[in-house]
Nanobody
Framework: QVQPVESGGGLVQPGGSLRVSCVAS????????MGWYRQAPGKERELVAS???????NYADSVKGRFTISRDNVKNTVYLQMNSLKTEDTGVYYC??????????WGQGTQVTVSS
């Protein structure tokens, strides 16, 4: 089954910034609302941001004002710009469709660690 490919994670100090990217196959990507999910250690995966094909965005309260989701429908890529990072933002970040039935199998994700 097709999987998105996430990249761009790393280690960053609290207050720092990071941008993660995700490339996904075309047809599903273009037709769906895409989301960034986060799975913190010991917790369930949660949706933190989503964006429609037309650019409408939604954010979880925990990241609102700090994270910005965007997409490039030509490159089939969705981005998550993360600013003012906090230790509680640590986790593995995944992308997928923002739907009950996911459009893709889950990829490997990209690890984001916020620590001093």
């Amino acid at each position: 089954q097709v999987q998105p490919v996430e990249s761009g994670g790393g280690l960053v100090q609290p207050g720092g910034s990071l941008r993660v990217s995700c490339v996904a196959s075309g047809t599903i990507f273009r037709r769906n609302v895409m989301g960034w999910y986060r799975q913190a250690p010991g917790k369930e995966r949660e949706l933190v941001a989503s964006i429609s094909s037309g650019g409408n965005t939604n954010y979880a309260d925990s990241v609102k004002g700090r994270f910005t989701i965007s997409r490039d429908n030509v490159k089939n890529t969705v981005y998550l710009q993360m600013n003012s990072l906090k230790t509680e933002d640590t986790g593995v970040y995944y992308c997928n469709t923002a739907s009950v039935v996911k459009g893709y199998a889950w990829g490997q994700g990209t690890q984001v660690t916020v620590s001093s």
